[in-house]
């Protein structure tokens, strides 16, 4: 697993979510197995899809307003998943800690590991979609808040391509293999788009 070198467990807050920001940053530096990777990205995601739904309320017509109402939802659903990623690598030491004559043992660890899986899967999705609509607030939104839809899009980008390195680190068996792709190529896209805004940011500075 990615982070096995981690192996302190000492005890995480209940959530994330109700840390300061300093108190986060602590928690992600410390040696501890959570927040990782995961947790990051999903937090990324989530300040990506705040951005986005700020740059389109800034943005007129009814296209902007669907813009700003779906970054609200998808900030409402990636945030949760900062815990749900800390849970699911707990969930999967805990099971590796199981005796190895535990009967058991083989098939917990197996469903505790696709929750390492899964988790990040979603995360990907979310940041993918967070990329596409703010890359189009980047292109036809309100030009003065060009720089913070390219920041939305960056972000996103940078959310969906570790949560997919975190699936690969996480896969060990063909079977799984199409979900490690699917999170590359979500991830790729949402690199594509970020090096869009990079260029047309660029060419409104010149």
Avoid: C
């Amino acid at each position: 697993m990615s982070r096995s070198r981690r192996g302190n467990t000492d005890p995480v807050p209940e959530s994330l979510l109700d840390l300061t920001v300093r108190e986060l940053l602590d928690a992600a530096a410390a040696r501890t197995p959570a927040p990782g990777g995961g947790g990051a990205a999903a937090l990324t995601t989530a300040l990506a899809a705040a951005l986005t739904g700020m740059a389109a309320r800034f943005a007129n017509g009814a296209e902007a307003e669907r813009a700003a109402e779906r970054a609200d939802d998808l900030r409402a659903a990636v945030t949760p998943l900062a815990d749900a990623d800390a849970a699911a690598y707990r969930d999967y030491l805990a099971a590796t800690r199981l005796p190895r004559d535990d009967p058991g043992r083989a098939e917990a660890i197996a469903a505790a590991r696709r929750g390492t899986i899964e988790v990040p899967a979603r995360i990907t999705e979310l940041a993918g979609e967070v990329a596409e609509i703010a890359a189009d607030l980047a292109r036809s939104g309100n030009p003065n808040l060009h720089g913070d839809a390219a920041a939305a899009v960056h972000l996103a980008a940078a959310a969906a391509t570790t949560a997919a390195e975190l699936i690969a680190a996480n896969v060990v068996d063909d079977a799984e293999a199409a979900e490690r792709d699917r999170a590359r190529e979500i991830g790729a896209s949402a690199r594509a788009l970020a090096e869009a805004a990079l260029t047309r940011g660029a060419g409104r500075s010149s």
